[in-house]
């Protein structure tokens, strides 16, 4: 049975004059995480913010009691050296750390954004340096990225190097709004098949058209954005999204 929904909006989509605000209401609104999208403009073609933002935004959010409770920031790094940056936004006040595989395959073991390393990391040497700081670790997959890279480290008998959460993008990472991509939902079945107590998130489209079928998939963490910093009614948005991971949760019992 897939654990528990939690619904996580991406804060890329709320009133950047009024951020610290904005997090504070979305959390009163229902919401279980906020989603922090950090790009560099080198991984993505975009750039967001830093921990000096997340540090500002983290006075307004009580941190979470339990690892992966109310509260949690879920910070996404979309960057090229994911190892570089994981000190400064465990200082800040990230809760989980979710680096892609693609940047993870391809960057440096240098811990601190100013320092410079010839040996190269991997994703489960990340995963273990991310635990060591005190976070969770989330691992994310790029739409052209195939599912199957991740068995070898969700198989790790070595559990610090085992990740919390997986990342499947339903759109390509780099920019709100896009079209939802159904076609990225098959990731998700596979992962959940396999691992059936892993929180699976997604991310990129998700909204009240569309959370029906990553419900389905077997996603139970939901990154909206601009479905829910959007919305008229932003509780009623969360309660929707987070009824249609509780109905196929009560669906499998059946």
Same mark, same amino acid.
């Given at each position: 049975?897939?654990?528990?929904?939690?619904?996580?909006?991406?804060?890329l989509?709320?009133?950047?004059?009024?951020?610290?605000?904005?997090?504070?209401?979305?959390m009163?609104h229902?919401?279980?995480?906020?989603?922090?999208?950090?790009?560099?403009?080198?991984?993505?073609p975009?750039?967001?913010?830093?921990?000096?933002?997340?540090?500002k935004i983290?006075?307004?959010?009580a941190?979470p009691?339990?690892?992966g409770?109310?509260?949690?920031?879920d910070?996404?790094?979309?960057?090229?050296?994911?190892?570089?940056?994981?000190?400064?936004?465990q200082?800040?006040?990230?809760?989980?750390?979710?680096f892609?595989?693609?940047?993870?395959v391809e960057?440096? @073991?240098? *811990?601190? %954004?100013a320092?410079?390393?010839? +040996?190269?990391?991997? &994703?489960?040497?990340? $995963?273990?340096?991310i635990?060591?700081?005190g976070m969770?670790?989330?691992?994310?997959?790029?739409?052209?990225?195939?599912?199957?890279?991740?068995?070898?480290?969700?198989?790790?008998?070595e559990?610090?190097?085992v990740?919390d959460?997986?990342?499947?993008?339903?759109?390509?990472?780099?920019?709100?709004?896009?079209?939802f991509? @159904?076609? *990225?939902? %098959?990731?998700?079945?596979?992962? +959940?098949?396999?691992? &059936?107590?892993?929180? $699976?998130?997604?991310?990129?489209g998700?909204g009240?058209?569309t959370?029906?079928?990553?419900?389905?998939?077997?996603?139970?963490?939901?990154?909206?954005?601009?479905?829910?910093f959007?919305?008229?009614?932003p509780?009623e948005?969360i309660?929707?999204?987070?009824a249609?991971?509780?109905?196929?949760?009560?669906?499998?019992?059946?």
């Amino acid at each position: 049975m897939a654990p528990k929904a939690i619904i996580a909006p991406s804060i890329l989509s709320a009133d950047f004059a009024a951020l610290g605000a904005a997090c504070s209401e979305t959390m009163d609104h229902g919401a279980d995480w906020l989603h922090i999208d950090i790009m560099d403009g080198h991984f993505v073609p975009n750039i967001t913010f830093g921990a000096p933002v997340v540090t500002k935004i983290r006075s307004h959010v009580a941190r979470p009691r339990a690892s992966g409770g109310r509260g949690t920031f879920d910070c996404h790094m979309m960057i090229a050296e994911p190892q570089k940056w994981v000190k400064e936004f465990q200082s800040a006040g990230c809760d989980l750390y979710c680096f892609h595989y693609e940047a993870a395959v391809e960057s440096t @073991a240098a *811990e601190h %954004p100013a320092d410079h390393s010839d +040996r190269r990391t991997s &994703p489960k040497e990340l $995963v273990r340096y991310i635990h060591l700081q005190g976070m969770q670790a989330g691992i994310a997959l790029k739409p052209e990225t195939p599912v199957d890279v991740l068995w070898d480290i969700l198989n790790n008998p070595e559990t610090a190097e085992v990740p919390d959460m997986v990342l499947i993008m339903t759109v390509h990472p780099g920019f709100g709004g896009q079209k939802f991509m @159904a076609s *990225e939902l %098959p990731k998700v079945r596979a992962v +959940r098949a396999r691992y &059936p107590h892993l929180n $699976v998130e997604v991310d990129g489209g998700l909204g009240p058209d569309t959370i029906e079928q990553a419900a389905e998939a077997g996603a139970n963490v939901i990154v909206a954005g601009s479905a829910v910093f959007g919305a008229q009614d932003p509780s009623e948005v969360i309660a929707q999204l987070r009824a249609a991971v509780d109905r196929r949760k009560g669906a499998e019992k059946i």
